[in-house]
């Protein structure tokens, strides 16, 4: 079965923090994503990344950084939380086109 | 701009009834269309990937059909269960690029 991890369920930040978000998947896939899903909006593509070192900007990369240096991790950073950050964050994999999710988390800022 | 829309927002069923999700997209040029169930605050799961030059999919009580032209795919449930109460998400590959576009998803309810 794939796997596709998140570092943590839920997360309690202050403004201006800088936040790590880690996502680990153990299946040797080459793409991975992350997402943000907030209710009414739905969910929108931050960042994404086909190779290790290699990242595209989504829909939605402003306040958003991303960091790939081996290929099974891929880290979202905040590098300055906002309280309009506050949503849930879903992590995908993929080998080609069947994107695999992790169980996402639910980052508020306070 | 790709849109995609899910119509109704939410739908409650009693056990037993067979029932179909839609799924509407503005622009026909799609490589392909894949819906997903996610329980409450958990991740996503995918249930059925149509290419674009396919006209459906099945798997189980499940089947996803996909009208290019018109720019709808409906997934169809047959013979609902509880365990089928779920948000259904559909999303649509514009390009191959895996930058997938989702619907907000419909609620479903499947009542005992």
């Known amino acids: 079965d794939v796997k596709v991890t998140q570092s943590s369920r839920y997360l309690v930040k202050r403004t201006g923090e800088k936040v790590f978000l880690e996502c680990v998947q153990d299946?040797?896939?080459?793409?991975m994503f992350w997402y943000r899903q907030d209710p009414g909006l739905g969910l929108r593509l931050i960042y994404f990344s086909y190779d290790v070192k290699m990242k595209e900007k989504g829909d939605i990369p402003e306040g958003y950084s991303v960091s790939r240096e081996k290929k099974e991790r891929f880290s979202l950073i905040l590098e300055s939380a906002s309280t309009n950050q506050t949503s849930m964050y879903l992590c995908a994999s993929s080998p080609t086109h069947t994107q695999y999710f992790g169980p996402g988390t639910r980052l508020t800022v306070l | 701009k790709q849109e995609v829309t899910q119509i109704p927002a939410a739908l409650s069923v009693p056990e037993g009834e067979n029932l179909v999700l839609n799924c509407s997209f503005t622009d026909s040029a799609i490589y392909n269309l894949q819906w997903f169930r996610q329980d409450p605050g958990k991740g996503l799961t995918s249930l059925l990937l149509?290419?674009?030059?396919?006209r459906e999919q099945t798997s189980g009580r499940l089947n996803a059909s996909l009208d290019k032209s018109s720019g709808r795919s409906t997934l169809y449930i047959a013979a609902s269960q509880p365990g089928d109460s779920a948000t259904y998400l559909c999303?649509?590959?514009?390009?191959?690029?895996?930058?997938?576009?989702f619907g907000k998803g419909t609620k479903l309810t499947v009542n005992p």
């Open positions: 299946m040797d896939h080459e793409n």
């Open positions: 999303a649509v590959d514009k390009g191959g690029s895996e930058k997938l576009v």
């Open positions: 149509i290419q674009s030059s396919q």
